[in-house]
């Protein structure tokens, strides 16, 4: 949908998830995110596509939500966050192979690809655990009538 910014011709899942006052995610490049690895932490939007994760992403302590658009590619990767692979048109893909993990989720909004071993290990720290936060203007909620319903705590 084109209907979002000052001009209401931005994308507008991009513009929310980018712009200041609404999610402010930080824009980076793919070589960018690969430079800054481990040390991610909080909300990131990769500019290009496709893009290889790093070898880690995140850490225990300081998760990170990775969102690409089109592709994302995760070859003998550990993530500790949130992966969301996006694409307007539901055809996004993630591609996998050797042995990668993600502790923490998984969204792909088309198809996938993995060869090889991918552990998903569902952790939610990143959303409910107190001291560990997201950036301020981070907004996240629970699917009503999803899995997570039946749930305590968090935010």
């Known amino acids: 949908m084109q209907t979002c910014g000052a001009g209401g011709d931005e994308n ?7 712009e200041a006052d609404q999610l402010n995610a930080e824009v980076v490049t793919c070589a960018q995110l690969n ?8 909300l990131f939007y990769v500019t290009d596509s496709p893009c290889t ?6 850490s225990p302590e300081a998760q990170a939500i990775v969102v690409v658009s089109d592709e ?5 990767t550990t993530l500790f966050g949130m992966l969301f692979v996006r694409s307007d ?6 591609k996998a192979n050797g042995n990668a993990m993600v502790i923490g989720s998984v969204v792909v909004e088309g198809t996938t690809d993995i060869t090889g071993g991918l552990n998903i290990v569902y952790d939610p720290t ?5 001291g560990k936060k997201l950036p301020r203007g981070t907004r996240l ?4 009538g ?4 039946n749930n305590q705590g968090g935010f």
Do not use: M
């Open 126 to 130: 990143n959303t409910a655990t107190p």
């Open 53 to 58: 994760l790093p070898s880690q992403v995140g």
């Open 35 to 42: 430079a800054i690895g481990a040390e991610a932490s909080g």
């Open 12 to 18: 507008c899942a991009i513009w929310y998830l980018t």
């Open 72 to 76: 994302a590619r995760i070859n003998n």
């Open 146 to 149: 999803s899995w997570l319903d």
């Open 141 to 144: 909620g629970r699917v009503s």
């Open 89 to 94: 048109e539901k055809s996004a893909e993630l």
